[in-house]
T-cell receptor, first 112, second 110 residues
């Protein structure tokens, strides 16, 4: 079964440092999502891509977060500088239209 | 504001009990509705989805959900839960983007 690949699985970084996460969606999936999930809460949409274009980044803290999907395939989410409150699970998901998203295993970020 | 509400934060049941988890949304127009499950230590997995047609949809592992348009609801049900159903359950709505509820933690006692 096709999977959404994310790396790294775990990341520990000091506050004020830069950190980046990578996602490779299922082949052919035009829609790619980045979510942040804090323990005990539901996933919060950060950014949605349709191919290489951003469809929705209304919840993305643009002063420190950026996301790109240059060739419309894999994607990178960056945080610079990281803050303590950024500690969370960062999830990537992809979908073919509105058929339901397939999620990756996520990157657990700890900011110390 | 558009939102997805899950009424129950934590539900505790004994094995063989029936389950119903509530989900309401506030989006207007056409929406696609989903239930996802997250088992301990695992990633989110799709349980079932509704796009159109029969408002009663069946998913994996004996779960089903009913879409009631007039109530903006999409409740998840299972007639008889098992210990292995212990997990976090998330309702999601797709209306141009996919938004999730806060989740309901289900604990099934053996």
């Amino acid at each position: 079964e096709a999977e959404v690949a994310q790396s790294p699985r775990y990341k520990i970084t000091e506050k004020s440092q830069a950190v980046a996460f990578w996602c490779d969606p299922i082949s052919g999936h035009a829609t790619l999502y980045w979510y942040r999930q804090i323990l005990g809460q539901g996933p919060e949409l950060l950014v949605q891509f349709q191919d290489e274009s951003v469809v929705d980044d209304s919840q993305l803290p643009k002063d420190r977060f950026s996301a790109e999907r240059l060739k419309g395939v894999d994607s990178t989410l960056k945080i610079q500088p990281a803050e303590l409150g950024d500690s969370a699970m960062y999830l990537c998901a992809s979908s073919l239209g509105s058929t339901g998203a397939t999620f990756g295993s996520g990157t657990r970020l700890t900011v110390v | 504001a558009q939102s997805v509400s899950q009424h129950n934060h934590h539900v505790i049941l004994s094995e063989a009990a029936s389950l119903e988890l509530g989900c309401n949304y506030s989006y207007g127009g056409t929406v696609n509705l989903f239930w996802y499950v997250q088992y301990p230590g695992q990633h989110l997995q799709l349980l079932l989805k509704y796009f159109s047609g029969d408002p009663l949809v069946k998913g994996i592992k004996g779960f089903e959900a009913e879409f009631i348009k007039s109530k903006f609801s999409f409740n998840l049900r299972k007639p008889s839960v098992q210990w292995s159903d212990t997990a976090e359950y998330f309702c999601a709505v797709n209306n141009n983007d996919m938004r999730f509820g806060a989740g309901t933690r289900l604990t099934v006692k053996p």
